[in-house]
């Protein structure tokens, strides 16, 4: 029998409790054993194994051999993975239509290919429980009618994204984490990552019994994603709102996103029990999305460089790529500028709060949506989708988290 390596603390992708490997629950599998302390009626009985039959698995208490396990306090079912490989919790924040759940599509899809990053394979942890991005990647990357007009439904507040769980009387909701394992030479890593709806990030949104944002606590690095067509300056650069909106840009100013940034920053210090001076624990990678619509705003335009290089399969995969460090540093001057001089408030709190950030501008949908129908709200056909530079957010964040396994994205 191969010997297997436990990691030293597992993290519960759902609940985010810390534990030992040697606490964590199985699900017992006898059929007289239905019914559990925390799921409920429906589901199968946790339980702390004290008897292992000669292969190493659990045996449950009516005898019957039992393999799969489950938080020590949510009971939610782990994948074997979680307790044999270190894992990466990234914190994806914006505000609502900012862009987020395209770029997870975009980015999943991307980074699947093989084409992201030189070497790396990215595989499902558990289908099953990544339901939810192997949804959104079929609606606009893997359609079986390409041609016919969809888009990515607004992320819901509440229902089947989320687990609820009992724990002390109290009835929590947590978003469905979304698992994937990292192989890369000799490292392997578990990538967790949660699509919230933007509206949990606001001021005023974070209850008690409904964690949703509660990652916030364990995360690695947090991936802003900043919407510039969002901002009333860049607006009227655009041409205004209607013009704007008719591209798929957000043309509401409703939301500060500063004030956004400012609210997931104090959630992380509440969490983590941090002082008002103390740094934040991991970088911020501000993820400008929608560059579509306004990279010809920078100075020089950085939709001229970007993704552009090559012809057919080669500028498929320059687009979808992570650039060189180098390019990525020169995007990061040229979206410093376009910020200081159209949004300086939200660069001066990404500065105040993580000196070393770093800006990674991408496009989930590569072009704008258009208005098919009245009913519809804004589409595009899956063939027309051309997403530019979709994993680089994720992949730069997992470079400042991981810095031996992405090294050649580490700033020097
Ligand atoms: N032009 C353009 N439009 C985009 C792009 N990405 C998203 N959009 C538009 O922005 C809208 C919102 O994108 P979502 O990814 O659903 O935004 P979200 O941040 O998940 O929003 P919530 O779920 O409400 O928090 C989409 O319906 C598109 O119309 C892009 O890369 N280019
Ligand atoms: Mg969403």
Redesign the pocket.
């Known amino acids: 029998m191969a010997l297997r390596t436990l990691v030293p603390s597992i993290t519960c992708p759902h609940c985010w409790a810390e534990f030992p490997p040697a606490q964590v629950r199985y699900v017992s599998e006898h059929e007289t054993l239905r019914g559990d302390s925390v799921l409920g009626e429906g589901a199968q009985m946790r339980f702390l194994p004290s008897r292992f039959d000669a292969r190493g698995r659990a045996i449950d208490p009516a005898g019957s051999v039992c393999s799969r396990m489950a938080c020590k306090r949510c009971h939610l079912e782990l994948p074997p993975a979680t307790v044999e490989l270190p894992q990466t919790i990234l914190s994806i924040v914006?505000?609502?239509?900012?862009?987020?759940?395209?770029?997870l599509a975009a980015a999943s899809f991307s980074l699947r290919s093989g084409l992201v990053v030189e070497g790396l394979d990215f595989l499902d942890a558990d289908p099953t429980l990544n339901d939810l991005t192997l949804e959104l990647e079929a609606s606009l990357f893997r359609s079986s009618t390409p041609d016919q007009p969809t888009?990515?439904?607004?992320?819901d507040l509440s229902g089947r994204l989320y687990r609820e769980f009992q724990i002390e009387d109290a009835t929590w909701m947590a978003p469905k984490p979304q698992l994937f394992v990292l192989a890369r030479g000799q490292r392997r890593q578990l990538l967790c990552l949660y699509?919230?709806?933007?509206?949990h990030f606001l001021p005023g949104h974070d209850s008690a019994h409904e964690p949703v944002t509660r990652h916030l606590a364990s995360s690695r690095a947090l991936v802003f994603?900043v919407?510039p067509t969002q901002d009333q300056r860049v607006i009227e650069r655009l041409g205004g709102r209607e013009t704007v909106r008719a591209?798929?840009?957000?043309g509401s100013t409703e939301q500060r996103q500063d004030l956004v940034l400012i609210e997931a920053a104090n959630r992380v210090r509440r969490l983590r029990a941090l002082g008002a001076s103390e740094p934040l624990p991991f970088r911020i990678i501000i993820a400008l999305?929608?560059?579509?619509?306004w990279g010809g705003l920078t100075t020089p335009e950085i939709s001229a460089g970007f993704g552009k290089a090559g012809v057919g399969e080669a500028r498929i995969k320059t687009a979808l790529a992570v650039p060189e460090l180098d390019v990525l540093e020169s995007a990061h001057v040229v979206c410093s500028a376009f910020l200081t001089e159209h949004m300086p408030e939200l660069l001066a709190t990404a500065r105040a709060l993580d000196p070393k950030f770093r800006i990674v501008p991408f496009?989930?949908?590569?072009?704008?949506?258009s208005r098919s129908s009245l009913e519809l709200?804004?589409t595009i056909c899956p063939r027309d989708v051309r997403?530019v530079w979709p994993a680089a957010p994720i992949v730069v964040a997992l470079a400042e988290a991981e810095p031996l396994m992405f090294p050649e994205y580490v700033r020097r």
Do not use: Q
């Open positions: 914006g505000a609502p239509a900012c862009g987020k759940s395209v770029m888009m990515i439904a607004k992320t699509d919230n709806a933007g509206e994603v919407d591209r798929g840009g957000a999305a929608k560059a579509d619509i496009s989930g949908l590569g072009r704008a949506p709200g804004l997403p």
